[in-house]
C-alpha cells in the first residue's frame, strides 16, 4: 500500500488518480500511523516552504516522513514535496526541512527575465543509472509549476537536470529516497512511466 500524504498542500488527487490508473493500491494518509504502516510514501505539494512545514508539524506526521525516509521503504517527493526533503529554502529563511537530503532550495533570480514561476513542459536530461527515471526516452519532457529549485549538497544525489534560464536540479535519488521537482502525474506516457517504476520499488522489484 502506498500512502499519499495529506497535508492540505494540494495535487493529492491528481496523484492518486494517477495511481488508481496504475492499479497500485493507495490511500490518503493524514496521520503518523497510517504513514509509518505504508509499504511506501508519496509527499506530494504545491505551495509555501515554511507553510507545508508548519502543517505537517501542526498535523503530527513531520516526524513520521523523517522515520519513513530511514526506514528503507520508498519515499517520493514531487514538486513542493521533493524541496522538503531537503535542509532548507530561500522562500522561507527560518524554516528547517525535513534533511533527509542535503541541500538548499533557491530562487530563481528574477534578474533572468524568464517569466516565473516556471510552468509548463520541459525536458530533462538524467545523469546517471537510476532505478525511478528507468525506461524513459532520451530528453523526456516533463511538466514543472514551481518558482524555486533544488540545489543539492551532494552531486551524486542528483539523478537528472534541467534548464531554465540556468540548469537545476530537476530529480534525486539516494538509496529509498526519490525526489521529482516536475509533476509526474501530470507528464503524460512518461511521468506515468516513473509512477510505474516507483509502484516496481514497493514491490522490492
Not at 516526524?63 to 517527493?77: D, I
Not at 534533511?99 to 538548499?104: C, K, S, T, Y
Not at 533544488?150 to 542528483?158: C, I, Q
Request: proline fraction near 5%; glycine fraction near 10%; hydrophobic fraction near 45%.
Amino acid at each position: 500500500m502506498i500512502a499519499v500524504i495529506d497535508y492540505g498542500a494540494g495535487n493529492l488527487k491528481s496523484v492518486k488518480n494517477a495511481l488508481d490508473s496504475l492499479g497500485a493500491a493507495n490511500m490518503r494518509a493524514s496521520t503518523a500511523k497510517e504513514i509509518l504502516l505504508a509499504d511506501a510514501v508519496i509527499l506530494p505539494g504545491v505551495g509555501e516552504f515554511g507553510s507545508a512545514m508548519a502543517e505537517l508539524e501542526r498535523r503530527g506526521i513531520k516526524e513520521a516522513v523523517r522515520e519513513a525516509a530511514k526506514s528503507g521503504r520508498p519515499l517520493l517527493g514531487i514538486c513542493l514535496g521533493m524541496q522538503l526533503l531537503f535542509e532548507a529554502s530561500e522562500e522561507s529563511p527560518k524554516t528547517e526541512g525535513l534533511g533527509v537530503l542535503p541541500g538548499r532550495v533557491l530562487r530563481f533570480p528574477p534578474e533572468m527575465g524568464l517569466k516565473i514561476p516556471h510552468m509548463g513542459w520541459n525536458s530533462i536530461a538524467p545523469l546517471r543509472e537510476s532505478r525511478l527515471l528507468a525506461g524513459l526516452p532520451r530528453g523526456p519532457y516533463m511538466y514543472f509549476v514551481h518558482s524555486f529549485y533544488v540545489k543539492a549538497a551532494e552531486r551524486s544525489d542528483v539523478s537528472a537536470i534541467a534548464e531554465y534560464g540556468l540548469i537545476f536540479d530537476a530529480a534525486a535519488e539516494r538509496d529509498n529516497i526519490f525526489g521529482c521537482q516536475f509533476h509526474p502525474e501530470k507528464s503524460g506516457t512518461a511521468g506515468l512511466a516513473i509512477l510505474k517504476n516507483f509502484i516496481e520499488l514497493t514491490k522490492g522489484e
